[in-house]
């Protein structure tokens, strides 16, 4: 919750907060569980060799625990921070290996993220078409099981590909959903589709006859 809204620091230390617990615990899961998250909350500051890091340490303490939901969490953070850095190829199979570990399982929650993953990682390609089938698909489930943000994400990433193709009309029509889900929510990704839907504004894009 503090890193969508906004609180990096705050969500950095209360990572750091809960390894040291875990640790003197003895706690293996959780020590992995908090090293994911502190992965998280590198990568939205951008650091990202950080990042990559934390995520292949807790990837590889959950599976030597034989701990598969953790796994997935560990290759979907692994392939954001792939992706952010420009290696493609190694992302898609991140988070496809995560996908099958959470389509076997049947989080319904991680198949959303991962599938919304796989979308902003496919607008990086010309397949247009692919990365709508992703994130369509994370709607799907997003909506089925009451998942705001993956609801967001979705239609954001919707939106982005039909004004990346020249349909502002849909466009703009599905950015104000994911922006009004964001403002419900409290999402900073709200501020981020607002400035989108501001820059067409001043664009003046012709709508679609």
Excluded: W
């Amino acid at each position: 919750m503090q890193i969508m809204t906004g609180g990096f620091a705050a969500a950095t230390a209360t990572s750091q907060q809960a390894l040291a617990l875990y640790h003197d615990l003895g706690d293996q899961a959780g020590q992995a569980e908090a090293i994911s998250n502190l992965g998280f909350a590198r990568y939205v500051t951008d650091d990202y060799q950080a990042a990559a890091a934390c995520h292949q340490q807790a990837l590889e303490l959950f599976r030597g625990l034989g701990h598969r939901h953790g796994q997935a969490e560990a290759l979907n953070g692994l392939g954001i921070v792939q992706r952010l850095t420009g290696d493609y190829p190694a992302a898609a199979a991140s988070h496809q290996q995560a996908l099958r570990l959470s389509h076997d399982l049947g989080q319904r929650h991680e198949q959303a993220e991962e599938l919304n993953s796989l979308g902003e990682l496919s607008s990086r390609s010309a397949d247009s078409q692919q990365l709508r089938d992703y994130h369509s698909q994370a709607l799907a489930i997003a909506r089925q099981i009451g998942a705001p943000l993956e609801q967001a994400r979705a239609l954001e990433g919707i939106g982005r590909s039909y004004l990346q193709y020249g349909h502002a009309r849909k466009g703009t029509n599905v950015l104000r959903q994911a922006l009004a889900i964001c403002r419900r929510i409290g999402a900073l990704a709200a501020q981020r589709v607002q400035e989108n839907l501001l820059q067409l504004r001043h664009d003046n894009l012709a709508p679609e006859r």
